[in-house]
């Protein structure tokens, strides 16, 4: 993983663990890890110019072709977690995302993303615009 601290681009979000997001032994099943890597990759994407509402405007979204995950520790019911994430790699078709997920000073879940930027409904991927180094695309 990219050390986040020298990352332009960085969010962070925080989640109380609920009984939806565990099995009956009260530990995190994997979905919901994905879910939360969802809410902080999706602010993560707004901060790089990917606005919710133009999206769906216009029909062109970042899209998840691949997910690494490594589980270290189990969460478990009524934990508060902070899940970090940021830019890692922008190249000129796919982006890569990764990300953290702390109990406290305790690393519970490393994940890694790549995204295309796709054009919908033709499913048509596109070249990503050259970042720019002081803001969004």
């Not at 009984?19 to 879910?35: E, M």
């Amino acid at each position: 993983m990219t050390s986040h601290q020298e990352q332009r681009f960085l969010c962070e979000t925080e989640e109380e663990i609920m009984f939806y997001d565990t099995d009956c032994g009260g530990v995190v099943h994997n979905l919901a890890y994905l879910r939360m890597v969802e809410k902080c990759r999706t602010r993560l994407a707004a901060s790089l110019g990917f606005e919710l509402r133009e999206m769906g405007e216009t029909g062109l979204f970042p899209v998840v072709v691949r997910t690494e995950a490594d589980y270290r520790k189990p969460a478990r019911l009524a934990d508060v977690l902070v899940v970090r994430g940021w830019l890692a790699e922008w190249g000129k078709a796919r982006f890569w995302c990764e990300f953290e997920v702390y109990r406290g000073e305790e690393l519970l879940l490393t994940a890694r993303q790549a995204l295309a930027l796709v054009q919908m409904p033709e499913g048509k991927v596109q070249r990503l615009k050259p970042l720019e180094n002081e803001g969004p695309v």
